[in-house]
């Protein structure tokens, strides 16, 4: 969503901060816990989101991941106050913000937000200096106390040698560094990220995930960004929040949802390569992979192997591989289905025909039906 330039200073200046109590002096403001309950949203007959409960405490760095359509945009609309809730509510620390079964709404401006949209959205007759001042100016600071929070916010995004140049003089990158800086100005409690590196080149988007990072831990607020990248929501998050067509799928750090995926999806969604999911009955040493059954069976990609075509347990297609840290991903055919898997060097790169070699057990099972562990 690239909104039109006007409305952005004002969503980014909703810290709702007061010139009387000198807040360019002040220390940063904390982040707040956010708790989204039973939240629902719908348009006409479509549901965009379909109860969706979570916490998150405060200062955390909470990703919202999942495919196109999943309801994690939209989700991030009704934090920011953009969207009206159908069901549930949402609380910003000990405050509710929203309540869609009691039709109980708070503006953008009141709810001590700050987001940074895909498109960077800036004034483009501003001076950098100008746009990151103008939320300031909007939540009534002091002339004195706007000057101190723009030497400092630039210095945190280091651009302080190009506060007097207008955006048409920057990079995409240093446009993204303004935005940022914008928005963090106020000292919003909560942060909100739109898919906000979607527009940079690879390896600037590598790049400014770290100081986005940073940001977030100088700034001390609790942050929330919206992604489908699954490598941008593993290198960042604090909390990953996995959803699938509106529905929260699991909540999790980065660690347990690769090491313990409370669904089929989360297993093939996340992992670089991800888990090798085949179909089989039974359970631990009984299952039996590649039978007709209930049951998908989980395995690590690095402790299933390949064997000539003349041993192993099953027949595949080597399709391609790749190299990657020191170690090489083989993607593999069979019946349709593709698997990857992790081999030492270029071990069974050669595209043509082979045999899986599976560890005696899953690492753990799934209905194959529900996609339930």
Avoid at 134 to 139: E, K, M, S, Y
Wanted: glycine share 12%; net charge neutral.
């Amino acid at each position: 969503m690239t909104p039109a330039p006007a409305p952005a200073p004002t969503a980014s200046g909703a810290s709702g901060a007061s010139a009387s109590n000198s807040p360019a002096a002040a220390a940063p403001a904390p982040g707040v816990p956010i708790a989204l309950r039973g939240l629902g949203k719908r348009f006409g007959d479509a549901s965009a989101v379909a109860d969706v409960t979570l916490e998150v405490p405060a200062g955390a760095f909470l990703v919202l991941l999942g495919p196109s359509g999943c309801g994690k945009s939209t989700t991030l609309r009704m934090l920011a106050g953009l969207e009206e809730p159908t069901s549930g509510t949402i609380a910003l620390g000990d405050r509710v913000v929203a309540d869609g079964d009691a039709g109980m709404h708070l503006s953008p401006g009141r709810r001590g937000v700050g987001m940074v949209f895909q498109g960077y959205a800036l004034w483009p007759h501003m001076t950098v200096r100008q746009n990151i001042e103008w939320p300031l100016r909007v939540a009534r600071w002091s002339a004195a106390d706007r000057r101190a929070r723009v030497a400092e916010t630039l210095r945190l995004v280091e651009l302080e040698g190009l506060a007097e140049r207008h955006p048409a003089q920057l990079s995409g990158g240093q446009q993204q560094r303004v935005a940022i800086a914008r928005t963090i100005a106020p000292r919003p409690g909560v942060l909100l990220f739109d898919e906000p590196l979607s527009n940079l080149d690879a390896r600037l988007r590598v790049d400014m995930r770290g100081e986005l990072v940073r940001v977030h831990r100088e700034s001390g607020a609790t942050s929330v960004y919206v992604t489908h990248d699954q490598s941008e929501a593993l290198a960042m998050a604090t909390h990953v929040a996995v959803m699938r067509a509106g529905r929260l799928e699991q909540l999790g750090t980065p660690d347990e949802l690769l090491r313990a995926p409370a669904t089929a999806f989360v297993a093939e969604f996340l992992g670089t390569p991800a888990a090798v999911l085949v179909p089989g009955d039974g359970e631990g040493t009984g299952f039996m992979p590649w039978r007709e059954g209930s049951r998908l069976g989980m395995y690590r990609p690095d402790e299933v192997a390949l064997a000539p075509a003349d041993g192993g347990e099953l027949d595949v297609e080597v399709l391609e591989s790749a190299p990657l840290a020191g170690r090489t991903v083989v993607t593999v055919r069979h019946r349709g289905r593709r698997l990857a898997i992790v081999t030492d060097g270029a071990a069974g790169s050669s595209a043509g025909a082979a045999r899986l070699v599976l560890p005696a057990s899953p690492v753990r099972t799934f209905d194959r039906a529900e996609g339930a562990r």
